[in-house]
């Protein structure tokens, strides 16, 4: 086989089912090569714990490892088994790149205590605690950043220079963003009461991308959303079933609401290419949706050319988009 291209040799490998790339491996130099990085530069939440037996073994193997991910589904069951594992892998994975967590815990205490891996991608659904704060502190290449729970009220120094997204309770927006010149993507996905005073952080980035409870961004007033995001050309707001909650005096139709924002902001945000709303109760029929569509978009100029719903429908996952055409909007999909 060392005759082959190398480029074929790796078509070959990716055709190989698991069980088998042991045999191959076998035949060639070059193919032992090419199986152990199929098998070790990415390490899905299934094959986890066998995994981590050679990893821990063989620093060679732990040298290969870009991506790890530890999830719910897997690990929840055997929580006791994984944590004191995870631990000694990211300890030994150096060149680790891209970490996902989507297992809920106070785990994050424990296993970010001896790791050395300059990560590009985090995503942790683990409980916040000063062993991931100081964690992130060392963390200077990241590019993506995704977290589940709030900031802790302590003291921080992180420098985020590469971070282009980040995910994440407001908590951690007016913290995140002075140390992260070029995020572009945001989507906030809890708020306070009073975090309508940290929208003025926004304009530390250049936004082009947000995704954003409506109770995060209903008290604020049209020139203040035009001067925060003026690069804004993504905007998907979030009608939280509790949002009437976060405001001292609730309306009753918070779809009207909604509508008179809209209305109000949309044609201030000079950017803006796409809008979606979800979970939005009265645009249930096509004919009901493009009216209220018709009716936000009427003072907004054509660049803003795509608009999508996804209703209020429990369990429904269904986006609905239309584009515009010579100022008619025209229903384009129903996607999943």
Known sequence: MSALPFDLLVEIVNFVDLQSLPALALADKNMLALALDYLYTSIPPERFLAASVSILGNASLAARVRTLEVNRKEHQTSYARVVPV????????????????????????????????????????????????????????LEELNLTHSLLPTNHSWNFPRLRRFSGPMTWIDSVLPFAPTLSHLVITSTRRSDRQELEVLAQSLITHLEVPF??????????????????????????????GLLPDPPDNVEQTLKHWLLDVLPVLSSLRRVTILGYEESETPEGAVDFIREVTARVPPLLSEFSIRPAIQFSQELRVWRREHDEWKQVTAAQ
Request: net charge positive; charged share 20%.
């Open 215 to 244: 109770s995060a961004v209903q008290m604020a007033r049209a020139v203040e959303m035009g001067r925060v995001l003026p690069y804004l050309q993504s905007f998907v707001i979030s009608m939280q079933r509790d949002w009437r």
């Open 86 to 141: 995870l631990t000694d892998v990211l300890a030994a994975t150096n060149n680790l790149r891209h970490l996902n967590l989507s297992l809920e815990g106070t785990y994050s205490e424990v296993i970010f205590g001896r790791t050395k891996c300059q990560l590009r991608t985090l995503s942790c659904n683990a409980f916040t605690s000063k062993r991931l704060i100081q964690f992130l502190e060392q963390q200077s290449s």
